[in-house]
T-cell receptor, first 112, second 112 residues
């Protein structure tokens, strides 16, 4: 069974730009969650989608948004990038009725 | 403020020694997950514990969930260099399965 796939793996942007990250969950998983990981803050929850609906949202500004498609694939978007948005962005999928989440390898975003 | 407190933050041991990592909280969780993460990669799920007092073994790793479902421990017997990594505990609640609350992690280094 293929794991969670995230693209791109690495990207470099400049302040003010926007970025879109993509996530393909494990086949059959309807829940997709996004996390931001930084050395100072650790892993922080961004949002969760289940059957195309946002089910939970973390404490991030409105510049961070996401969506889920009918095939459960998900994208997250960050607009007006700031230096502090540099981080590893992780996508995780699950069945939606347990805490067992399976993570992708992440997208490493560097904002210059 | 970290809802889940992990200790110690860093652990360096010799191959063959035993180690224990602790994960404590004032909150009751519906389930608790342990992950291991290596540099540049996403966290890999090791185990999920659900029932208070539950003990699970995975080869040389033993996981325990506290009776009150607020704390957990991970014990590694006869550590090997391949056990090196960042160990993360994460709690989940029934009404928000995709929203894991992560501890800050314990960096374990096992030297030959």
């Amino acid at each position: 069974k293929a794991g969670v796939t995230q693209t791109p793996r690495y990207l470099i942007k400049t302040r003010g730009q926007q970025v879109t990250l993509s996530c393909s969950p494990i086949s059959g998983h309807r829940s997709v969650s996004w996390y931001q990981q930084t050395p100072g803050q650790g892993l922080q929850f961004l949002f969760e989608y289940f059957s195309e609906t946002q089910r939970n949202k973390g404490n991030f500004p409105g510049r961070f948004s996401g969506r889920q498609f009918s095939n459960s694939r998900s994208e997250m978007n960050v607009s007006t990038l700031e230096l502090g948005d540099s981080a590893l962005y992780l996508c995780a999928s699950g069945q939606g009725w347990s805490g067992e989440l399976f993570f992708g390898e992440g997208s490493r975003l560097t904002v210059l | 403020t970290q809802l889940l407190e992990q200790s110690p933050q860093f652990l360096s041991i010799q191959e063959g020694e035993n180690l224990t990592v602790y994960c404590n909280s004032s909150s009751v969780f519906s389930s608790l997950q342990w992950y291991r993460q290596e540099p540049g990669e996403g966290p890999v799920l090791l185990v999920t514990v659900v029932t208070g007092g539950e003990v699970k073994k995975l080869k040389r790793l033993t996981f325990q969930f506290g009776d009150a479902r607020k704390d957990s421990s991970l014990h590694i017997t006869a550590a090997q260099p391949g056990d090196t990594g960042l160990y993360l505990c994460a709690g989940a609640w029934r009404d928000s399965w995709g929203k894991l609350q992560f501890g800050a992690g314990t960096q374990v280094v096992v030297t030959p």
